[in-house]
């Protein structure tokens, strides 16, 4: 892997794939099974066995997972699923595809995770699933949102895709809520370049999402063809095309061999943009509890706009100009035309949102980055922060 000078550009995301998933990418186009086939399986075992869950299933992506997790549980027509509206666009996407109305709670203002305060305050009797995102890695309060979840009846589906890797209360994100839904997309912790993987501990629901992600058809294509299968099958669902591809999982393969390396050095940045930032009073640096792992997939900064000219946005061209590039996570749900125009939502709806979304800067945080590159990010956002000092 060639390491930019220092003189280059710093992308807000580099992926770290090396000889070993390209070495397998063409062990398997030199094979005769490209698609879903045995390579998927040994990921989703190897992936299993990470977690510690019953049942993954690998899917074309998070979205995809996040959809079968709604589908797989009949989850449809007037049915409310409560999210975050702090979170990207796939995660209500998903809601509406299957004609469900979603239901925004407000993030608390400490981990711009859901608040399980909110999300009492808007379930009913309609509300069938509730859908936490752990935003940048930085797990939910599941305790709380479990305990609310099943005094109505709820679901409790997650988006983990920024979550592979963390824990909360000792218990591995993928196994605590009844389906989590991890993404693979290539700015993720762990890439094939697109996918996900979808978690459950209920063998049903499990075989459900297996089915509906090829066809609704009753087995894999790739046993159909191999020398034990016969032609044969039976549409038992109204299914879609969401499986992965024996290429896509060569390359998740290895990524799930080096992973706690990666996290590892994840964690190390994390650690060095801590103690190097904490105490520029202009800056708020992401916290995390005593009682998670944190995935570290962002690390997420306020920057106190009144104190500094510009605001987030003169920050952020600043950054570029330095050679350091970032990241805005997430325009809030409500902000976008689509949404607005669809249910009413207006400025002021989800303040803390609002609030956040307005100071955060995602800075880069992967593993590829050298500890020039740490201090790079560090010096440069230093040196603005004084530039533009009010
Ligand atoms: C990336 C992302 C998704 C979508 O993942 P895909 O694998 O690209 O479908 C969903 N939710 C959140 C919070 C994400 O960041």
């Not at 409310?80 to 469900?100: H, N």
């Not at 909360?168 to 993928?174: E, H, I, L, T």
């Not at 459950?200 to 509906?212: F, G, N, Q, S, Y």
Request: contains cysteine; hydrophobic residues 35%.
């Amino acid at each position: 892997m060639s390491r930019p000078k220092r003189s280059e550009f710093l992308p807000s995301f580099r992926h770290f794939i090396g000889e070993e998933e390209i070495n397998e990418v063409v062990d398997t186009l030199r094979s005769d099974w490209i698609t879903r086939g045995p390579k998927t399986q040994r990921f989703e075992e190897d992936f299993k066995e990470y977690i510690g869950c019953r049942n993954a299933i690998a899917v074309s992506s998070c979205t995809a997972a996040l959809h079968l997790s709604l589908a797989a549980y009949d989850i449809g027509d007037g049915d409310e699923v409560i999210t975050t509206p702090f979170t990207f666009t796939s995660t209500v996407g998903v809601i509406l595809q299957q004609r469900a109305r979603p239901v925004l709670a407000d993030i608390e203002g400490e981990t711009y995770n859901i608040d399980p305060a909110l999300i009492e305050e808007r379930i009913t009797d309609r509300t069938k699933a509730i859908m936490p995102v752990h935003y940048a890695g930085h797990p939910c309060e599941m305790d709380k949102i479990i305990r609310v979840a099943r005094k109505r009846g709820s679901l409790v589906l997650e988006d983990a895709a920024h979550a592979l890797g963390a824990v909360y209360k000792k218990k591995r994100v993928g196994t605590i809520g009844d389906a989590t839904c991890f993404s693979f997309y290539a700015t993720k912790n762990l890439t094939t370049g697109e996918g996900g993987m979808l978690t459950t501990e209920d063998d049903e629901v499990a075989e459900k999402v297996r089915i509906l992600s090829l066809h609704g058809i009753s087995r894999d294509a790739w046993k159909r063809y191999s020398i034990s299968g016969s032609w044969k099958y039976e549409v038992l669902l109204p299914g879609y095309k969401y499986n992965m591809t024996d290429i896509q999982a060569s390359i998740g393969l290895h990524q799930m061999k080096k992973f706690d390396r990666m996290q590892d050095r994840r964690r190390e940045i994390a650690a060095i943009y801590d103690e190097s930032l904490s105490h520029v009073k202009e800056i708020v640096i992401p916290k995390a509890k005593k009682n998670v792992i944190h995935a570290w997939h962002l690390y997420p900064i306020q920057i106190e706009t009144t104190a500094l000219r510009g605001g987030r946005d003169r920050f952020v061209k600043e950054l570029s100009k330095e050679g350091v590039g970032t990241s805005v996570h997430f325009i809030p749900i409500h902000l976008h035309p689509y949404y607005q125009k669809a249910f009413g939502f207006r400025i002021g709806d989800f303040p803390v949102s609002e609030h956040i979304f307005e100071r955060e800067v995602s800075l880069p945080i992967y593993p590829r980055m050298t500890e020039d590159d740490v201090r790079r990010v560090i010096e440069a956002v230093v040196k603005i922060i004084k530039r533009l000092r009010v």
